[in-house]
């Protein structure tokens, strides 16, 4: 079995004519929790999507429990318990927020089942109460609750949380990263992109920069603390 | 006109509506789901006919040639999804028209040499042919109750599916975001094989359950479709609810145009579906 649950190596992605990802590599150990940091616009979210196949990258691979993954059609990857938040979070605007964690739910690919939904409404008492409402009429905050319940119906061995607290209330933001540790105590190998550092910092065990379609740092967050105005420079806006 | 000249019309009517609901759900489902624009959702309504004709004489038995009426039609809708419809979910609509206005051609030929041009019927299958009597003078035939309690058992298990099963939520989810659904690990290709296969199924058995009560005719498909669009831009476009009343209102204005109307009935559908994008312009329920 590999220690690393996902291997990233040179992937290119581009959009059209416009070249995002500019031979993107990096690892994630099993039951790590690894940050993606980054300004706008610099291939973060373009990275997650190459990930999933959501969009297809002209070179480089994506090896997943060291499997290379790279033919599989989106679907096929999520079914080997791979879980995606996505930025905007991926609402139904015609399910119920019952329905929304009812559809997701399934054992994982080993049918193991350790979040079921009670679990779910227990981590997040608040959608208790909005289950018949539609995914659309929630609150950011609910949204993102909801998107993440969603994932972890799923089972999933591999979470990826794109934007994690983008445009949250401070109060609404710690209820997420309450959750985040409880899914990393779990032992769910987590991948957070969000600009947060002072949280991350503590949460995650390995941080990326990336800048430009590159990454341009990869470290722990002993590293991290060495770098930090460097990181901190490429993070403001 | 009497009360039970007006109850016979009023029963036509809603079967007629239930019938056209059969056939415009298939199409607003399709549509709803899949974005896709089949104009050749009317010609499985005649290939439905035209085969349970077939079946009939083959078998002797109008039940069977049902049942194995409907799998031809589903193994046609997985044909054509798979290996027509699958190239067409990046493009956009006119390139839709233009495969699925080929298959009305395709279709429309292959049921010429087939069948040929002559018009044929099915007869009543004897344990449904009887009337009931609705007034000493009125009766009415079994074989139409037959057909809308057909459609009205489709509709409520459809609602059902729909509404509370997890492949239904699929559905659902489909129609709001399909790239989510996907990410969430949906097969959304076999997801739309199966709608597709569905939704043209519906339609054919809407022209199996009618082959005994019309005549089976080439072009019979392409009438149904028109009133069937009707019936999805009264509805809104990818909502069966809507598709369900817009359907009754349909059937039920047609039927007493032709009657209080003979002169004018041709267009009174049109004018219905006029008036009511005057005031919902995305039709009754937008989807």
């Known amino acids: 079995m590999s220690d690393y649950i996902l291997q990233v190596k040179g992937l290119h992605t581009l959009y059209g004519e416009s070249h995002i990802l500019h031979g993107l590599s990096f690892d994630v150990k099993r039951g790590q929790t690894v940050s993606i940091m980054g300004r706008n616009g610099m291939g973060k979210s373009t990275t997650l999507k190459s990930v999933l196949g959501i969009v297809k990258p002209r070179s480089g691979s994506v090896l997943y429990k060291g499997e290379d993954i790279g033919s599989s059609p989106t679907w096929k990857r999520m079914r080997n318990d791979i879980a995606y938040v996505p930025e905007g979070r991926g609402m139904f605007h015609n399910l119920t927020v019952k329905e929304h964690l009812q559809m997701a739910a399934r054992k994982n690919s080993r049918s193991e089942e350790h979040w079921s939904y009670d679990q779910v409404l227990d981590v997040f008492p608040r959608l208790q109460q909005r289950l018949t409402n539609k995914g659309t009429q929630l609150s950011g905050g609910e949204q993102q609750m909801l998107a993440i319940g969603r994932a972890l119906l799923t089972n999933p061995d591999l979470l990826i949380l794109d934007e994690a607290t983008e445009g949250l209330a401070p109060l609404i933001r710690k209820e997420i990263w309450d959750v985040i540790r409880k899914i990393k105590q779990s032992g769910v190998s987590t991948i957070i992109v969000d600009k947060n550092i002072k949280v991350l910092h503590e949460l995650c065990e390995q941080h990326i920069l990336i800048v430009k379609g590159k990454v341009i740092f990869n470290g722990d967050s002993t590293e991290l603390d060495a770098k930090r105005e460097f990181i901190e420079s490429n993070l403001a806006v | ?287």
């Not at chain 2, 899949?34 to 010609?43: E, F």
């Not at chain 2, 009754?248 to 008036?275: K, Q």
Request: aromatic share 10%; charged share 10%.
């Open chain 2, 1 to 287: 006109m009497d009360l039970s000249l007006f109850l016979v019309q009023l029963l036509n009517g809603v079967q007629y509506g239930l019938l056209l609901f059969l056939i415009a759900s298939g199409l607003t489902l399709v549509f709803g789901v899949m974005g896709i624009l089949n104009l050749a959702h009317g010609s499985m309504y005649m290939i439905g006919a035209y085969l349970v004709y077939y079946f009939t004489t083959v078998t002797d038995s109008f039940f069977l040639a049902v049942v194995i009426a409907c799998a031809i039609a589903m193994i046609i809708g997985i044909i054509i999804e798979r290996f027509l419809i699958t190239h067409l979910y990046q493009r956009d609509h006119l390139d839709q028209v233009l495969l699925t206005v080929g298959l009305i051609f395709i279709f429309n030929a292959a049921q010429g040499f087939i069948w040929g041009n002559d018009p044929l019927g099915v007869d009543v299958p004897a344990i449904l042919s009887s009337s009931i009597q609705l007034t000493d003078i009125v009766e009415y035939p079994v074989y139409r109750l037959f057909i809308s309690v057909v459609c009205i058992a489709i509709a409520v298990a459809m609602y059902y599916v729909i509404n509370h099963t997890k492949l239904g939520m699929m559905i659902r989810a489909g129609e709001s975001n399909r790239d989510m659904v996907e990410a969430l690990g949906v097969d959304i290709r076999k997801l739309f094989t199966i709608v597709f296969a569905v939704g043209v199924t519906l339609s054919a058995l809407a022209g199996i359950v009618s082959a005994p009560i019309v005549s089976l005719v080439p072009g019979m498909g392409e009438r149904v479709l028109i009133s069937c669009f009707v019936v999805v831009v009264i509805g809104g476009m990818g909502s069966i609810k809507g598709a369900f009343v817009a359907a009754l209102l349909v059937g039920i204005v047609d039927t007493f145009a032709s009657v209080l109307l003979p002169g004018m009935s041709s267009m009174t559908i049109y004018l219905l579906m006029a008036m009511i994008l005057i005031f919902k312009p995305q039709g009754l329920y937008k989807s």
